[in-house]
């Protein structure tokens, strides 16, 4: 068989593949998208192809109701914030992509996993095309002691990793980067759209194949994505993405993607000189060192999956020296802010449309609930008059464009975590008070609109 190099254009937004250059992906309508690539392709004839077909055997059907289950299938990692991101554990056979900016603490928390799945007495492999065993080691001392079931390989040569896998057979492979594996018949060079293609796809194939659970790490772009095209996230089973600050202590691994489990859930860890530490408690976490008699900062309740967490807004809202007012927002969507500030200008004749505004989420958390809109409006009401939220008050609740405060899922869940944190009142929507069981030890206040909740002030 004769092999052909041709020039081939993929699109690195979707996969697209196409045989000339296109502004627009005419899959993922991006624009500027397409990069050109060299690839072999192996000619045979009719002949052989239908030779091939005849005698390869013809799968067949199985009944659903024949296929098996055992409760063996997941694997605890004895790690419990990224069991719960996981769904409960590591599915046997599945291929989990972790993805995050450079220094997040991916390596990091795959290094721990590998040390808690080793002290359990499973085979590990670590394979690594960025660092030398020496680094690895000393990576490995400072997280603590390993045992020998724990196989480090530093290789990138696709077709060897693949011969150590099987040689091997591990329970668990950790491919620490996808970016660095490269197949020698495909002739791009390593972390383009065809090589990561092409190694997904052999990892892939060897995770169904042999039921190894296999973690691989992917580099992001500058906008916060998996660098290759997006084909790679709907080939893997689960995609985790760590969030925060590089120079901050926290850390949170939130699942994207989740075939086994829900993608709501988030992890919390703190970097430490030992490596992350998890953070059972978060709500008492993000709420440390909150200022105590200062106006613009309210308590809210946020719901990440079946977890509830305390966290607090900030705003600060001052006459402006330019002609055009200033708005700045972190940790929440830029665009909601300004919607609610339209509201209250409309509604309740707030003149605020002369002032500067700025709206932190405290802690670096980046949450885009509706629940959080009422906190955003008294945080910005309390700024502007001045006028100081007791601390001891709570308050959850989506807000429309009409003022009026809508239900929010989960209310008693929120409502009982305000409790177990110490909070006297909980400020919240009146529809949801229909029906819910009281909560003893906290008073709830239930309201309509948006100038009912800002009279409480």
Not at 235 to 256: H, K, P
Not at 386 to 411: C, H, P, W, Y
Not at 427 to 433: E, F, K, T, W
């Amino acid at each position: 068989m004769a092999k052909k190099i041709t020039t081939v254009f993929f699109c690195q937004e979707c996969g697209h593949e196409s045989a000339k250059w296109m502004g627009q992906c005419p899959a993922c309508k991006k624009w500027n998208t397409f990069v050109e690539e060299k690839v072999s392709v192996t000619g045979s004839g009719m002949g052989g192809a239908s030779k091939t077909a005849a005698v390869r055997e013809m799968p067949k059907p199985v009944e659903i109701g024949t296929i098996s289950l055992n409760d063996g299938e997941r694997v605890t990692t004895g790690i419990e914030e990224l069991d719960r991101v996981l769904g409960g554990g590591i599915m046997q056979g599945s291929l989990i992509l972790v993805g995050g900016d450079p220094g997040i603490g991916k390596s990091t928390l795959l290094l721990q996993t590998c040390r808690q799945l080793s002290l359990m007495g499973k085979k590990v492999l670590y394979i690594s095309g960025e660092e030398s065993l020496k680094q690895i080691k000393l990576r490995a001392m400072r997280i603590g002691e390993f045992r020998d079931n724990m196989l480090l390989l530093c290789e990138t040569n696709l077709g060897l990793v693949e011969e150590a896998i099987q040689r091997t057979n591990p329970e668990i492979v950790i491919i620490d980067s996808i970016q660095t594996m490269y197949q020698e018949e495909v002739s791009s060079a390593p972390g383009s759209v065809s090589q990561v293609r092409e190694a997904t796809n052999v990892f892939l194939q060897l995770a169904k194949k042999l039921g190894i659970s296999i973690f691989i790490v992917g580099h992001v772009t500058k906008e916060g994505t998996v660098a290759g095209p997006r084909v790679l996230e709907h080939m893997v089973d689960t995609v985790l993405y760590f969030e925060g600050d590089r120079y901050a202590s926290y850390r949170i691994l939130r699942g994207v993607k989740n075939r086994f489990g829900s993608t709501n859930e988030i992890g919390v860890f703190e970097m430490r000189k030992e490596g992350l530490v998890e953070v059972k408690n978060p709500s008492e976490y993000m709420l440390s060192g909150k200022p105590v008699g200062a106006s613009g900062s309210v308590v809210v309740c946020s719901v990440e999956g079946t977890r509830p967490i305390l966290i607090e807004i900030q705003a600060l809202v001052c006459h402006t020296n330019f002609g055009i007012p200033r708005r700045q927002t972190t940790g929440t969507d830029f665009n909601r802010v300004n919607l609610l500030m339209a509201v209250l200008e409309k509604r309740l004749g707030l003149q605020i449309g002369d002032c500067d505004a700025y709206v932190n989420i405290a802690g670096g958390m980046k949450m885009n609930e509706p629940a959080i809109d009422l906190g955003i409006i008294m945080a910005i009401v309390s700024s502007f008059r001045n006028r100081v939220i007791d601390e001891k008050t709570l308050v959850f609740g989506e807000v429309g464009l009409s003022g009026e405060v809508r239900a929010v899922t989960m209310a008693a869940q929120r409502v009982r975590e305000a409790k177990k944190l110490g909070y006297d009142v909980v400020i919240m929507p009146r529809v949801n008070l229909e029906g819910m069981e009281p909560v003893k030890g906290i008073k709830v206040i239930g309201v309509g609109g948006i100038g009912e909740a800002i009279d409480l002030i």
